[in-house]
């Protein structure tokens, strides 16, 4: 859509979304409700890539008619989606990873019946533009250029417009192209959730610490790399061989090969870590821990649990004891010899963006962009990231449309 078209476009949407306030406002003040909604839900449609099933990449389908987002609480914004950044979460959504899960958090008292996240449109990054803001948004206006990373339990960014809550939002960094900053939020507010609120790093007791990340290459460790190096700790990190000259331009200080053999031995030889970020699991769990100082409150931090998988596969209730059960016994386990075992996990948080935002500003984080695909190559761009080894992001323009 042309810019001058965009602003007709919002113009007539916002009288109309004035109007249909005006009328809902009077009836729910008549029947004392609380004032929630300020669009209605048929007030128009928009272009999407949605999923109407679980499965490969077949199941993506473009529609002109996806429902337009809709604001059900006074604290959420919609934004007009520029770019969309796709993280390997996408791909094992659209094959049903979480779907258990993530419905609990959509319908905690499971009213609906199941399937009713269906049309579902993925996504997770989004740069853009707020659209329309609910009647309680006070920092963020109109107009106000935006990053965010969308809840996966929330309708996703691969749309023209996204709705979300401003807890989740953030001024976008101006240094950054929309493209650029679509790279960012899902790994940045990960990486954040692992090391910050989880490891208990911050940027100012950082200096000199030794932080080894397992997975170094990934979204994630690229991210996770910068951010501590910006913060002064001495970094070492796994990855391939041909990943190894892409770590170091992001600041890594030691890289250690994992196809060359396994990695423990030559990480054995090193001085011992005050925290580790895994982004691999599995057999890493027997050996990492123990290349921590021991009883100095050092920590490993895994972004690998079974909770998904064990609320998908036992439901909600069992599936919640299995994984409290799992996480205390392998805490325990890891205290009496001196360390601490953490699981990390994706924690959506505008004020965490906005941190990052001032780092990326300062130059002390770049965004990572490895392709760039249109609206009409959604399909591809899953493909990209579904083959793995990426150098970078992988997003998609939204704001030219073409599909
Ligand atoms: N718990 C949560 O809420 C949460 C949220 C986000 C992500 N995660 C998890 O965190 C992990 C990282 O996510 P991501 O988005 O960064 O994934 P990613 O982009 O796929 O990165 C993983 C990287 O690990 C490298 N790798 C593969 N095997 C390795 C090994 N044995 N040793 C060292 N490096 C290896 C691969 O690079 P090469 O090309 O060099 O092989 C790949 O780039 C994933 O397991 C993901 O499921 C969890």
Same mark, same amino acid.
């Given at each position: 859509m042309s810019s001058v078209g965009w602003v007709l476009h919002r113009t007539l949407l916002l009288k109309l979304s004035k109007s249909l306030c005006k009328h809902t406002a009077i009836s729910r003040h008549k029947s004392q409700r609380r004032l929630i909604s300020t669009s209605n839900r048929y007030m128009t449609i928009m272009p999407a890539w949605v999923i109407d099933k679980y499965g490969n990449n077949d199941v993506l389908r473009f529609t002109k008619n996806a429902n337009f987002p809709v604001i059900h609480l006074p604290n959420e914004v919609i934004i007009k989606v520029f770019a969309a950044g796709l993280n390997p979460m996408d791909v094992s959504m659209r094959g049903g990873y979480g779907a258990a899960t993530m419905s609990m958090k %959509?319908? =905690?008292?499971? $009213?609906?019946? !199941?399937?009713?996240?269906?049309?579902?449109?993925?996504? %997770?990054?989004?740069?853009?533009? $707020?659209?329309?803001?609910? %009647?309680?948004?006070?920092?963020?206006?109109?107009?106000?250029?935006?990053?965010? &990373? $969308? =809840? =996966?339990?929330?309708?996703?960014?691969? &749309?023209?417009?996204?709705?979300? !809550?401003?807890?989740? $939002? !953030? +001024?976008? =960094?101006? !240094?950054?192209? +929309?493209?650029? &900053?679509a790279a960012i939020p899902y790994v940045a507010t990960t990486a954040w959730s692992a090391l910050v609120n989880t490891g208990g790093l911050n940027k100012d007791n950082c200096a000199n610490k030794r932080i080894l990340i397992l997975g170094g290459s990934g979204g994630v460790g690229t991210f996770a790399i910068q951010m501590v190096k910006a913060w002064g700790a001495h970094v070492t990190v796994t990855c391939s061989h041909n990943a190894e000259r892409f770590v170091r331009e992001l600041g890594a200080d030691h890289v250690v090969d994992y196809t060359a053999g396994p990695v423990e031995e030559p990480l054995g030889a090193l001085e011992k870590f005050d925290l580790i970020l895994d982004n691999i699991g599995g057999d890493t769990e027997r050996w990492a821990p123990g290349l921590l100082k021991p009883w100095s409150g050092a920590k490993y931090v895994t972004l690998v649990t079974p909770f998904v998988e064990n609320t998908d596969r036992l439901g909600v209730s069992d599936g919640m004891m299995k994984t409290a059960a799992t996480v205390a016994t392998k805490a325990i386990k890891h205290l009496v010899k001196g360390v601490h075992y953490r699981w990390g996990f994706f924690a959506p948080s505008g004020p965490a963006l906005d941190e990052i935002r001032d780092m990326v500003d300062a130059g002390q984080i770049r965004a990572v962009v490895e392709e760039t695909f249109s609206f009409s190559q959604v399909p591809q761009a899953f493909e990209k990231v579904e083959k793995g080894h990426a150098r970078g992001k992988t997003v998609v323009e939204i704001s030219k449309g073409g599909a």
């Open positions: %959509r319908d =905690p008292l499971n $009213i609906t019946k !199941s399937g009713s996240e269906f049309p579902l449109i993925l996504g %997770r990054d989004v740069s853009g533009v $707020i659209m329309e803001c609910g %009647r309680d948004v006070k920092y963020f206006k109109e107009t106000d250029e935006v990053w965010a &990373a $969308i =809840p =996966p339990w929330k309708q996703g960014s691969l &749309a023209e417009f996204v709705v979300t !809550s401003v807890n989740e $939002i !953030s +001024h976008k =960094p101006k !240094s950054l192209s +929309h493209l650029e &900053a």
